[in-house]
């Protein structure tokens, strides 16, 4: 068995029938070869969603419909609804700061904060839990969020919050984030995505900012036939688009705001690699008031 091993088109073709987190966490640290196969294999990189498949699901023809993709099944597992819809039903809701206290790999998702020593201690644990994944040179925040990736990454952002419903005019803008360069796009990793949320999450004006990652094709309720149409737009560019709407909540309180603790939120959730998103946002205006459905949140 040894002598099968030792050649290197051989062992690449074994570690192929491995899954994901076998290659990632066990067959890496075998030995030196093991690992320097796993790190140079194109094909063992395509597996792992940290090099892209040829095809990208990102078009410039606006006619053309991107390519549907498919999803990174290790992200899903560890990031679940909240960045990846599973199914229709989730794919519908909007989510807000919270949902970073319930994520899968967040150990003390669901837990009670209904005391000031119970925050106190869940912040501190979570400090720790969450540590793992938001350290330096996390190999998550390189993954593909999906094969083919797409190469830009679509978000709209509604400026207004659900009380502005009984305004004439909606202003809103969008923005197309492509990493690396327009000649050598390099596709949109998770920690595009997970920088872009958790930022706009925290860093508002209102008192909440809710998000929705939206994947394919639009989804219902949205806030106005407006914002439905600009979101059918930006999915004939890539099949990826972060949805933010600045919510105002008369039953939060004029005080209120969430999260109530900005520099908490960040020390526990933000990347040590990550920085304020560079999203080139441009201003669009609806047509006029044509206020559709009230959206909602559900955890």
């Known amino acids: 068995m040894e002598p099968v091993l030792a050649i290197p088109e051989l062992l690449e073709a074994i570690l192929l029938q491995l899954d994901m987190t076998s290659l990632l966490l066990s067959a890496s640290r075998v030995n030196k070869t093991w690992n320097h196969v796993i790190e140079t294999s194109p094909a063992i990189q395509k597996a792992l969603y940290f090099q892209p498949v040829q095809d990208n699901c990102s078009t410039q023809n606006p006619k053309q419909k991107p390519t549907a993709p498919t999803v990174n099944p290790l992200l899903l597992k560890k990031f679940g609804a909240y960045f990846f819809a599973a199914d229709e039903h989730h794919g519908r809701v ?4 919270d949902a970073f206290h319930k994520l899968p790999w967040e150990e003390n998702r669901g837990i009670d904060l209904a005391t000031t020593l119970e925050m106190q201690r869940a912040i501190t644990s979570q400090k720790r839990d969450c540590s793992r994944f938001t350290r330096t040179g996390a190999s998550w925040r390189r993954m593909l969020v999906s094969q083919p990736p797409p190469t830009e990454l679509g978000a709209l952002w509604q400026e207004a919050g659900l009380s502005s419903a009984i305004k004439p005019m ?25 920088d872009l949320v958790q930022y706009y ?18 989804k219902l309720p949205t806030y106005s036939g407006f914002l439905r149409d600009e979101c059918k737009g930006l999915l004939h560019r890539t099949p990826l688009v972060v949805e933010l709407y ?6 939060m309180g004029t005080d209120a705001r969430e999260p109530s603790d900005l520099e908490a939120f960040d020390s526990t959730f933000q990347c040590e690699e990550s920085s304020e998103p560079n999203a080139p946002w441009t201003q669009i205006q609806s047509r006029g008031f044509d206020f559709e459905a009230w959206i ?3 955890d």
């Open 94 to 97: 909007h989510r807000a700061c």
């Open 170 to 194: 909606q202003t809103a803008f969008q923005a197309l984030i492509v990493p690396g360069t327009s000649m050598h796009p390099t596709g949109i990793q998770m920690g595009h995505l997970y």
């Open 201 to 218: 999450a925290g860093h508002h004006q209102r008192d909440e900012l809710w998000y929705r990652v939206v994947w394919n094709s639009v």
């Open 246 to 251: 600045d919510v105002a909540d008369s039953r």
């Open 296 to 298: 909602f949140r559900r």
